[in-house]
């Protein structure tokens, strides 16, 4: 069973950084990680989506974000990346990894969709 495990949240003063990774593991099969994201939630806020990578394209990153967060990934390590630079107090909150897998079965591959544990990040001012 595959699953997104999360690090690098914590606690910094706001102008600071963090980078957050997400691996995926636990598969007795090769996997192959394609489409990716980093999604957030603050108290009493709706899910949003940071940034975005498709498999082999350009990131996406919301408006919010740009210009300070970074999406990436390492495909050989089958783990992704969000690099957060410039902190602000605002984007305290959650931060969630989702990522479309494909499992390599042997009889066939399968196509998976899953969700990090979920890591604080809290930007004090």
């Known amino acids: 069973q595959v699953q997104l495990v999360e690090s690098g949240g914590g606690l910094v003063q706001a102008g600071g950084s963090l980078t957050l990774s997400c691996a995926a593991s636990?598969?007795?099969?090769?996997?192959?990680?394609?489409?990716i994201g980093w999604y957030r939630q603050a108290p009493g806020k709706q899910r949003e989506l940071v940034a975005a990578?498709?498999?082999?394209?350009?990131?996406n990153y919301a408006d919010s974000v740009k210009g300070r967060f970074t999406i990436s990934r390492d495909n050989s390590k089958n783990t992704m990346y969000l690099q957060m630079n410039s902190l602000k107090p605002e984007d305290t909150a959650v931060y969630y990894c989702?990522?479309?897998?494909?499992?390599?079965?042997?009889?066939?591959?399968?196509?998976?969709?899953?969700w990090g544990q979920g890591t604080q990040v809290t930007v004090s001012s």
């Open positions: 636990g598969s007795t099969f090769v996997i192959t990680i394609n489409d």
């Open positions: 989702n990522a479309a897998i494909t499992v390599n079965q042997p009889w066939g591959s399968v196509e998976e969709n899953h």
């Open positions: 990578m498709v498999r082999g394209g350009s990131p």
